[in-house]
């Protein structure tokens, strides 16, 4: 796939062995969603040439084993890229979600920031998540973040005084995780609410 211009992207990864890539035109701004259930997941974003704004989304969940690599790949100059990796981890969950990025030679002007949020909702999970940089250039910028962490109990105390039980309040604070990043995806609400229902049903029927 190629991507020119300004874009929003939303994709759903339902199925096995995906192995997409994109690749993005000089000048494009780019947001990019990806909903991901996927068992095994390989995807590749691609620069080869200048003046390129990412912003890339990724939300994974399940209660399987999900096996994904999310590569971006920066060939030319001046690029900006955002690369946001939300993960919920239910009963039984075995996670192994790596992110390469790759800043050739020469390359200047370019920055990324890779975060990456694991949240975990049962007990019973496995989880392997390693971020990977090659790079090859002084005149670049490179960051990135790591937390794996709970829901909320304060939070999940307060819904459950307002007569929620523990079920309604773990979807409801899952709910606010997921408008957070779709508050920054350029799509109409019908569309939002569609994405919302196809996770939120997950987790209720799980």
């Known amino acids: 796939m190629e991507i020119s211009w300004s874009q929003n992207i939303v994709q759903k990864y339902v199925s096995q062995n995906n192995q997409p890539t994109i690749q993005l035109s000089s000048d494009s701004q780019f947001k990019y969603l990806a909903i991901c259930t996927d068992n095994e997941l390989k995807i590749d974003f691609v620069t080869k040439w200048q003046n390129i704004k990412w912003d890339i989304f990724f939300i994974f969940f399940g209660s399987t084993k999900i096996s994904a690599n999310i590569v971006a790949d920066i060939r030319d100059s001046n690029c900006d890229i955002n690369l946001n990796i939300l993960s919920f981890l239910q009963d039984n969950s075995d996670f192994d979600i790596n992110a390469d990025i790759k800043i050739g030679q020469n390359i200047q002007k370019s920055q ?30 490179a960051s990135h973040g790591l937390s794996i962490d709970r829901l909320d109990p304060q939070k ?25 990043i779709l508050d920054q995806i350029d799509i109409d609400s019908s569309k939002k609410a569609e994405i919302k229902d196809f996770i939120l049903k997950n987790f209720q029927n799980g």
């Open 156 to 180: 999940e105390f307060y819904l459950k005084s307002k007569w929620l039980d523990s079920k309604s309040s773990k979807t409801l604070m899952i709910d606010g995780h997921v408008q957070k």
């Open 112 to 141: 990324w920031h890779l975060s990456k949020k694991n949240i975990i909702l049962w007990k019973d999970i496995k989880i392997k998540t390693i971020p990977r940089l090659d790079i090859h250039s002084n005149d670049v910028q």
